[in-house]
T-cell receptor
Framework: GENVEQHPSTLSVQEGDSAVIKCTYS??????FPWYKQELGKGPQLIID?????GEKKDQRIAVTLNKTAKHFSLHITETQPEDSAVYFC????????????FGKGTHLIIQP | DAGVIQSPRHEVTEMGQEVTLRCKPISGHDYLFWYRQTMMRGLELLIY????????DSGMPEDRFSAKMPNASFSTLKIQPSEPRDSAVYFCASSARQGSTGELFFGEGSRLTVL
């Protein structure tokens, strides 16, 4: 089955700096790569996703890049703000749907004031 | 619009007791998922349903765990008997495949502590 590795497990950055979280996946047939943000005491929430026919996608301060050859994808957050502090999960699946999603172990992002 | 609703939010029980967690998915969603979250193992898929039918239960840890979805608006996850290693946050999530992006909508979770 699919295996998703996520690094780092904890990331601390100064407010205003950029943050990058990286994931690798094992199944070359995977074609859907969402990122979820989990705030304290809440369930994860989708923030951005990318499909394997696209190399990069942006939404305001967040962007995701995908390298199919290397089987890795990354989340980039620019101009970080205190409200970006949360746990971020990457995931991968085949078929483009929510079924079959395999999640990474998560990255705890801490924004230092 | 109401999101995914889970109950109870917190449950503390003693080893050996039966635990039932409940979930109401978003109306119109045809997929329902149960996940377990722990520090050590992250988010693990336990089971998911499509149109109320269990599709993949390979993540269910053992026979002590069972899940049902009697209708499109209700699902339960039962642990009997419970053990301390079952302590975790259990999430229910729903999704619509038809015309969707595949987004999972999570509830706020049920935090289970087994003493």
């Amino acid at each position: 089955g699919e295996n998703v590795e996520q690094h780092p497990s904890t990331l601390s950055v100064q407010e205003g700096d950029s943050a990058v979280i990286k994931c690798t996946y094992s199944d070359s047939a995977s074609n859907y790569f969402p990122w979820y943000k989990q705030e304290l005491g809440k369930g994860p929430q989708l923030i951005i996703d990318i499909r394997s026919n696209v190399g990069e996608k942006k939404d305001q301060r967040i962007a995701v890049t995908l390298n199919k050859t290397a089987k890795h994808f990354s989340l980039h957050i620019t101009e970080t703000q205190p409200e970006d502090s949360a746990v971020y999960f990457c995931a991968a699946s085949k078929g483009g749907g929510a079924d079959g999603l395999t999640f990474g172990k998560g990255t705890h992002l801490i924004i230092q004031p | 619009d109401a999101g995914v609703i889970q109950s109870p939010r917190h449950e503390v029980t003693e080893m050996g007791q039966e635990v039932t967690l409940r979930c109401k998915p978003i109306s119109g969603h045809d997929y329902l998922f149960w996940y377990r979250q722990t520090m050590m193992r992250g988010l693990e898929l336990l089971i998911y349903f499509n149109n109320n039918v269990p599709i993949d239960d390979s993540g269910m840890p053992e026979d002590r765990f069972s899940a049902k979805m009697p209708n499109a608006s209700f699902s339960t996850l039962k642990i009997q008997p419970s053990e301390p290693r079952d302590s975790a946050v259990y999430f229910c999530a729903s999704s619509a495949r038809q015309g969707s992006t595949g987004e999972l909508f999570f509830g706020e979770g049920s935090r289970l502590t087994v003493l």
